[in-house]
C-alpha cells in the first residue's frame, strides 16, 4: 500500500474502511492574523486535508476558506479535536456541536480526543476517555463523524479504550519528527491497525539544524524539512505540516521524488533525542530556554 502513494492526496484506507490522505496541512497557529489567508493559500497549494481542533480557534477560518475556494465540500477531509475542558460524555456532545457550527457542515471526516488526561495528576482518566469515547461512538453511528481516534494516546492509555469500546479507533496523532520517532507507540499502533500521524513532524524548526538532518538533506538534494516529513511517510505515518508561506506549502510536498535509503532511516530513527517539543500525556509540560 505504502509504495502506491505517489502524492499528497493520496489515501490509505483506516480500519473501518475510511480513505484519509497521506499528508495533511496542520492548522495550529495558521490563522494568528486573525483571517483565513493562510488556509486559503494552502488550498491554492492543493492540500484537501486539514488537521484543526477546538483548542486552536481555527475551525472557523477553515470553513471560510473552503467556502471561498469553491471547492465541493465532500473533496477535503476535515478533522478536528475534543479539547481537555470539554471532556465528559455530555461535553463531548456538546462540543462537537460547536465543532460543527465553527466548520458550517454536517459532519466531520475525522474527530479525535486531543489529549487522554486534562491534567497529569488527573486520576479518573480512564473513566473520562471512556465517557468521551461513547459519546464519539454514537456521533460516528449517527453519521456525523466518518472515522473517531485519538491523540497524544500512548499504549496503556490506548488499551483502556480497546478494552472497553464498541468502535475501533482509527487512527492515533502522535509528536513524531527525527529526534522523537515514538518507536514503541508506533508500533503499538501498527500491531492494532491504528493509523499513526505525526504532530510538528518537523519539530517546529527544532531539528532542521541537527547535524545528521543538514547531512542527508545535503545527500538527497533536498530540504532538511522534506528530510523530517519523507521521514514519516516513509514509515507510512501521516505528517501534517504547517507553514505560513506558498514556497513551503509547496516545498514540503515534495516528497515524493526521492526515497531516504534504509540505512539512512535507521539513523534518523536512532539518533539521539532531539527537538521534544516538552510535552507528555503523563507529565507536567517541561519549558526549554
Ligand atoms: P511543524 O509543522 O513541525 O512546524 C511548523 C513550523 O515550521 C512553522 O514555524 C513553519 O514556518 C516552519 N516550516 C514549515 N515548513 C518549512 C520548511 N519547508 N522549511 C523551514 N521551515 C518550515 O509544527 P506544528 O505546527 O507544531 O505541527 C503541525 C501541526 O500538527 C499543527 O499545525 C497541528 O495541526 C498539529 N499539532 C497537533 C498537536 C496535538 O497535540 N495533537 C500538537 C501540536 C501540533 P512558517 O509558518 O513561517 O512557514
Known amino acids: 500500500m505504502e509504495n502506491k502513494i505517489k502524492d499528497i492526496n493520496d489515501c490509505y484506507t483506516l480500519n473501518n474502511g475510511v480513505k484519509i490522505p497521506c499528508v ?33 480557534h481555527t475551525e472557523e477560518y477553515l470553513a471560510e476558506a473552503i467556502k471561498e475556494s469553491g471547492i465541493p465540500r465532500e473533496e477535503f477531509f476535515i478533522a478536528s479535536k475534543l479539547w481537555k475542558d470539554d471532556m465528559g460524555y455530555e461535553e463531548t456532545k456538546k462540543a462537537f456541536a460547536e465543532t460543527l ?7 466531520v471526516d475525522l474527530y479525535l480526543i486531543h489529549w487522554p488526561l486534562p491534567a497529569p495528576d488527573y486520576k479518573d482518566w480512564k473513566r473520562l476517555d471512556l465517557d468521551c469515547w461513547r459519546a464519539m461512538e454514537e456521533l460516528y453511528e449517527e453519521g456525523k463523524i466518518k472515522a473517531i481516534g485519538l491523540s497524544n494516546f500512548l ?17 492515533n496523532q502522535l509528536e513524531i519528527h527525527p529526534g522523537y ?4 507507540a508506533v508500533r503499538y499502533c501498527e ?3 491504528i493509523r499513526v500521524q505525526a504532530w510538528s513532524p518537523i519539530g517546529r524548526q527544532r531539528v532542521l539544524k541537527e547535524e545528521l538532518v543538514v547531512e542527508l538533506a545535503e545527500k538527497y538534494h533536498v530540504s532538511p524539512a522534506q528530510i523530517c516529513l519523507r521521514y514519516s511517510v516513509q514509515r507510512g505515518i501521516i505528517p501534517l505540516p504547517k507553514s505560513s508561506s506558498m514556497e513551503r506549502m509547496i516545498q514540503n510536498q ?8 534504509k540505512e539512512d532511516m535507521y539513523r534518523l530513527e536512532t539518533m539521539p533525542q532531539a527537538g521534544w517539543s516538552g510535552e507528555h500525556p503523563d507529565r507536567e509540560r517541561v519549558y526549554f530556554e
Open 191 to 193: 500491531e492494532h491497525d
Open 155 to 171: 499504549p496503556h492509555h490506548i488499551e483502556n479504550i480497546l478494552e472497553h469500546c464498541k468502535i475501533k479507533p482509527a487512527v
Open 254 to 261: 515534495d516528497l515524493f521524488s526521492f526515497e531516504i535509503e
Open 181 to 184: 520517532s515514538q518507536e514503541a
Open 101 to 107: 457550527r465553527n466548520l458550517q457542515t454536517d459532519y
Open 24 to 56: 495533511a496541512y496542520g492548522t495550529y497557529k495558521a490563522a494568528d492574523g486573525k483571517s483565513a489567508e493562510i488556509i486559503r493559500t494552502a488550498i491554492e497549494a492543493g492540500y484537501r486535508y486539514f488537521d484543526t481542533a477546538a483548542f486552536y
